[in-house]
């Protein structure tokens, strides 16, 4: 964390946030024909939303720039959590140029994801939260699994234009407010994610001429989970739970519908409350700002459970808010 006026009273920092706008914007267009020539495309087919080949990778630009601009910006990268990154980020590179496997893809996923719990919470949940030895462990090996879960939610939730551009431009800007609101400080992971992601956005809005890719949905997850993660080691657990609550929702309630159907859950499908929307006849930027309008009043919601203390009626009512546009999302336009 910085001081929030300490860090923009800095004249560099407007600066940087104007030569990392251009070159993200620069590389971007560059990607997108260099992608083309290679052939490193998303062809369309049978659980697609695009009609046309898109440019497949945007995510392989903008995680090296989140890392750097962040760097720049005198963010202190813990060395366990960037490790963790960059086996996301390569793994999943990889995933996209030669499609690998799901269990090679996962092993990597859960190493990951056991590095950063391992190295980085384990400390703090062990000093903070839970004495019981055999407790902890058995709540490690569930906070493993929740954590490869929600990488996943993120990528499976990746799949029309914006989408996800708006769930994470979403999550930082909310994070941001209350960081103002709190203490007058400013999370510059945060602040790198939004600027990147910002632009990044407008390449990936209808109509899209590129895409993450899940070099950029799985990486992209993880470092959302990180900055949410330090909200709940705070304490402010209910706004940890509630700002990305959409995703997880359509996705784990998608999973048990294909669960109780018998159906091959792990097979890619068009089954999602937001797919469903796009076969009702909502247009991809309709769904897209939908979730936005989810995601302002989740914020609210966040924003009154720091009022009032982690207030477990908060969260409810956020259940049901999310519930309600899955359910507009479920019907006939």
């Given at each position: 964390?910085?001081?929030?006026?300490?860090f923009?009273?800095?004249?560099?920092a407007?600066?940087?946030?104007?030569?990392?706008?251009f070159?993200?914007?620069?590389s971007?267009?560059?990607?997108?024909?260099?992608?083309?020539?290679?052939?490193?495309?998303?062809?369309?087919?049978f659980?697609?939303?695009?009609?046309?080949?898109?440019?497949?990778?945007?995510?392989?630009?903008?995680?090296?720039?989140?890392?750097?601009?962040?760097?720049?910006?005198?963010?202190?990268?813990n060395?366990?959590?960037?490790?963790?990154?960059?086996?996301?980020?390569?793994?999943?590179?990889?995933?996209?140029?030669?499609?690998?496997?799901?269990?090679?893809?996962?092993?990597?996923?859960?190493?990951?994801?056991?590095?950063?719990?391992?190295?980085?919470?384990?400390?703090?949940?062990?000093?903070?939260?839970?004495?019981?030895?055999?407790?902890?462990?058995?709540?490690?090996?569930?906070?493993?699994?929740?954590?490869?879960?929600?990488?996943?939610?993120f990528n499976?939730?990746?799949?029309?234009?914006?989408?996800?551009?708006?769930?994470?431009?979403?999550?930082?800007?909310?994070?941001?407010?209350?960081?103002?609101?709190?203490?007058?400080?400013?999370?510059?992971?945060?602040?790198?994610?939004?600027?990147?992601?910002?632009?990044?956005?407008?390449?990936?809005?209808?109509?899209?001429?590129?895409?993450?890719?899940?070099?950029?949905?799985?990486?992209?997850?993880f470092?959302?989970f990180?900055?949410?993660?330090?909200?709940?080691?705070?304490g402010?657990w209910?706004?940890?739970?509630?700002?990305?609550?959409?995703?997880?929702m359509?996705?784990?309630i998608?999973?048990?519908?294909?669960?109780?159907?018998?159906?091959?859950?792990?097979?890619?499908?068009?089954?999602?409350?937001?797919?469903?929307?796009?076969?009702?006849?909502?247009?991809?930027s309709?769904?897209?700002?939908?979730?936005?309008?989810?995601?302002?009043?989740?914020?609210?919601?966040?924003?009154?459970?720091?009022?009032?203390?982690n207030?477990?009626?908060?969260?409810?009512?956020?259940?049901?808010?999310?519930?309600?546009?899955?359910?507009?999302?479920?019907?006939?336009?």
């Amino acid at each position: 964390m910085q001081d929030f006026y300490g860090f923009f009273n800095n004249g560099d920092a407007f600066l940087k946030v104007f030569i990392f706008v251009f070159i993200t914007a620069l590389s971007l267009v560059i990607a997108k024909k260099i992608f083309f020539r290679w052939k490193f495309v998303d062809k369309p087919n049978f659980r697609s939303n695009h009609k046309k080949p898109v440019a497949l990778g945007g995510g392989i630009i903008i995680i090296p720039l989140i890392i750097i601009f962040s760097f720049l910006n005198n963010y202190f990268w813990n060395l366990n959590i960037l490790i963790s990154i960059l086996i996301l980020f390569f793994i999943s590179m990889w995933d996209d140029l030669k499609n690998i496997k799901p269990l090679p893809r996962l092993f990597f996923h859960f190493l990951a994801v056991t590095i950063y719990v391992i190295f980085y919470l384990y400390s703090q949940i062990d000093n903070d939260f839970i004495d019981n030895k055999n407790i902890l462990f058995i709540f490690i090996v569930f906070l493993i699994f929740g954590i490869v879960w929600f990488i996943n939610a993120f990528n499976f939730m990746d799949g029309i234009n914006g989408i996800t551009s708006v769930q994470v431009i979403s999550i930082c800007l909310s994070l941001l407010a209350l960081d103002y609101y709190i203490n007058n400080e400013i999370n510059i992971l945060a602040f790198s994610v939004l600027i990147i992601t910002l632009v990044f956005c407008y390449f990936n809005w209808t109509p899209a001429s590129i895409f993450l890719g899940d070099a950029g949905s799985i990486p992209l997850g993880f470092i959302i989970f990180v900055l949410l993660t330090d909200y709940a080691l705070k304490g402010m657990w209910v706004i940890s739970a509630i700002l990305p609550l959409y995703y997880l929702m359509d996705t784990s309630i998608t999973l048990i519908k294909r669960v109780y159907k018998r159906q091959r859950f792990w097979e890619a499908h068009k089954e999602h409350f937001y797919q469903q929307a796009i076969k009702n006849g909502f247009s991809h930027s309709s769904v897209s700002l939908k979730l936005l309008i989810v995601n302002i009043g989740l914020f609210f919601l966040s924003f009154y459970s720091y009022i009032y203390k982690n207030d477990i009626i908060i969260f409810i009512i956020a259940l049901v808010w999310c519930s309600l546009f899955m359910y507009i999302f479920s019907k006939n336009k």
